[in-house]
């Protein structure tokens, strides 16, 4: 989708550009977003706070980056200079806390990507350089470390997975989808992963996060978000055998990860970033617009109804209590997938390149998310809970931000695509800098849409380090299709 053709039919954020014409289309359009009557700064902003966890570690701000996979290991799964550069950004940011910095796979089958990192005996080492490069780049910049708190996602891209080549799918499914299986071309008697193989890749997730404990980090993600396999247990109320149909089996994946962690690697913390909720899959209409693909009942969206469009939370509340009883705190909530239905993921007002016009103000996404995050939170005070999708907020980012502390409605604020056009967003914003709004992720999707035609991820309109490359040419022709 081009920017120069396509006019959005909901108003852009840098439109609305005092507080009160924002919050007077908030209330025309009734959505429920916090805002403060002012912003505060430097000490006297919530985003400044630090908090101690159960363990005595110390996370000294409020502000998380959430992980972004690049699109640009190497085919063995090391780091290039691409992602380097990259986690070195985020190091420099100002955040506090590194939720994992972006999706590293735990086995090669697993991979989302041939260029997506793995993490084996082969590549520790490059991973106990990219934990020093964080460090120093923390240190240089803030002076500081023992404030920082630093994890690794780990994950199986299960239904998602490409590890051999950009153009051929080779999905590991729990489960056979109505409609996901036809869609990437899978028959209906695909074989699903046996219990026997999901006990070994419990074993795979454990040698990683062994791993991830002698390279430095803090903490591992276990995944379950966006439809990568962790995400697919929560939904497989249709799967026979120990890992399908009641939570208790469909939670046992987690809790076989964990307790080999725990026993294996003593003194990891551990987290999970959770897709608090899922709807349907979305397709896009004649006129361009996202509209549900399906016919309602629909049974595999974790965290809704049967109407497949509504929020039900009671069975991710089922979910946070294995997660009270297995003694994590770190809990990081996103919504729903990059793949079939990223408008309530991401929202955007300019769709990637195999994506649909936003069915909604964008608004709505992030509003949805940060309603949902604050009723986790305040039923389960005794998490650490960092939220996500703040991108979309641009210049209103640090109010709805600071306004979402004050209410206790998350402990952090995740930020993803902003810190790829302007990673050090948190620094200024507590320093009392100001923003620097030519910097400001104005949500263009390239970031989604190069990764999608097989190309690395970066922010192509605004980062002048991928501005200038040769491939910009390229997706600018894409888009223009
Ligand atoms: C290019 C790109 C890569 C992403 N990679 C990951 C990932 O590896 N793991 C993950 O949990 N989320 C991933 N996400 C989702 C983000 O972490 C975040 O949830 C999402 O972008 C919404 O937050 P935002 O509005 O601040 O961008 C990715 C998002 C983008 C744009
Ligand atoms: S490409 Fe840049 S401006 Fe576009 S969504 Fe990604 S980070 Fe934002």
């Keep these: 989708m081009s920017e120069g053709k396509y006019k959005p039919k909901f108003p852009r954020i840098a439109q609305l550009k005092t507080l009160e014409q ?132 780990l994950t199986h891209s299960g239904r998602f997975s490409k590890p051999n080549s950009q153009d051929k799918m080779e999905p590991k499914i729990l489960y056979p989808h109505p409609y996901l299986n036809k869609k990437f071309g899978l028959p209906e008697d695909y074989p699903v992963m046996t219990d026997k193989e999901i006990h070994d890749l419990v074993d795979d997730f454990v040698k990683a996060a062994i791993l991830a404990q002698k390279a430095g980090f803090h903490f591992v993600d276990i995944k379950h978000c966006h439809g990568y396999l962790g995400h697919e247990f929560l939904s497989a ?76 939370l009671l069975e991710p509340y089922d979910f946070l209590k294995v997660l009270q009883k297995l003694d994590i705190e770190l809990v990081c909530t996103t919504a729903g997938s990059p793949y079939y239905n990223p408008h309530i993921q991401r929202p955007a007002l300019f769709p990637p390149s195999d994506g649909y016009l936003p069915p909604e103000d964008p608004l709505h996404g992030v509003a949805r998310q940060i309603e949902v995050t604050g009723k986790i939170k305040k039923a389960f005070s005794e998490f650490y809970v960092v939220g996500s999708a703040y991108s979309y907020l641009q210049e209103w ?30 620094a200024d914003v507590l320093s009392g800098k100001g923003l620097n709004r030519q910097k400001l992720c104005r949500t263009f999707s390239d970031c989604t849409t190069a990764p999608r035609n097989g190309m690395i991820s970066g922010c192509f309109p605004l980062d002048p380090y991928y501005k200038e490359m040769d491939i910009h040419e390229k997706l600018k022709k894409i888009k223009e299709a």
């Design 22 to 153: 924002f919050r007077e289309y908030l209330n025309k359009e009734g959505i429920p977003l916090p805002l403060p009557d002012e912003p505060l700064s430097g000490n006297q902003t919530p985003l400044s706070k630090g908090h101690r966890l159960r363990s005595g570690k110390l996370i000294g701000n409020s502000f998380c980056i959430l992980p972004m996979e690049g699109w640009d290991g190497t085919l063995a799964g090391k780091p290039t200079e691409h992602t380097k550069r990259r986690w070195g950004n985020f190091a420099r940011s100002g955040a506090k806390l590194l939720w994992g910095c972006e999706a590293v796979a735990v086995r090669h089958e697993g991979r989302a990507n041939p260029n997506q990192l793995l993490l084996n005996e082969e590549n520790l080492v490059d991973f106990k350089e990219l934990y020093s490069l964080l460090i120093k780049e923390h240190k240089d910049a803030f002076g500081r470390t023992d404030d920082f708190f630093v994890g690794l996602q």
């Design 237 to 312: 109320i249709q799967r026979d055998g120990n890992y399908g149909e009641s939570m208790e089996n469909r939670s046992r994946f987690l809790k076989e990860v964990v307790s080999g962690i725990r026993s294996e690697a003593p003194g990891l913390e551990i987290g999970v970033r959770l897709s608090i909720f899922d709807w349907m899959p979305f397709q896009k209409s004649e006129d361009g617009l996202g509209v549900p693909a399906m016919t309602p009942p629909y049974s595999f969206a974790f965290g809704s109804d049967n109407s497949g469009t509504t929020i039900n």
């Design 397 to 426: 980012l640090p109010m709805v931000a600071q306004e979402v502390l004050l209410r206790g409605m998350a402990d952090s604020i995740g930020l993803g695509r902003m810190v790829l056009s302007y990673p050090e967003l948190p």
